[in-house]
């Protein structure tokens, strides 16, 4: 199983960025997968996933998350980015509901945002 997530980079305050996660060896669309972050110096937090609507306070209204099941990827849609966005971001896939413990990861790639 391989997740490989991308489209991360330096992007000015109030600018937008959409990350991809490409899925293989999996059947994509019998998994629950989502999206986390991490600062420097903070814990891995919660970013959303494919089979809730929910989506934290801190980025509720700015984020989206899609998936196209025809190419095994997700998407992580993010606008009216912040400098407290600024952290690595995962991809994670899970047979059952994707969880800070859920087996499956990608490499990350760091959003940086500037003020």
């Known amino acids: 199983v391989q997740l490989q997530a991308s489209g991360g980079g330096l992007v000015q305050a109030g600018g937008s960025l959409r990350l991809s996660c490409a899925v293989s060896?999996?059947?994509?669309?019998?998994?629950?997968m989502g999206w986390f972050r991490q600062a420097p110096g903070k814990e891995r937090e919660f970013v959303g996933r494919?089979?809730?609507?929910y989506y934290p306070d801190s980025v509720r209204d700015r984020f989206t998350i899609s998936r196209d099941n025809a190419k095994s990827t997700m998407y992580l849609q993010m606008s009216n980015l912040k400098p407290e966005d600024t952290a690595v971001y995962y991809c994670?896939?899970?047979?059952?509901?994707?969880?800070?413990?859920?087996?499956?990861w990608g490499q990350g790639t760091q959003v940086t945002v500037s003020s």
């Open positions: 060896g999996l059947t994509f669309n019998m998994y629950d």
């Open positions: 494919i089979r809730s609507t």
């Open positions: 994670a896939a899970d047979r059952s509901r994707v969880t800070i413990r859920s087996a499956y």
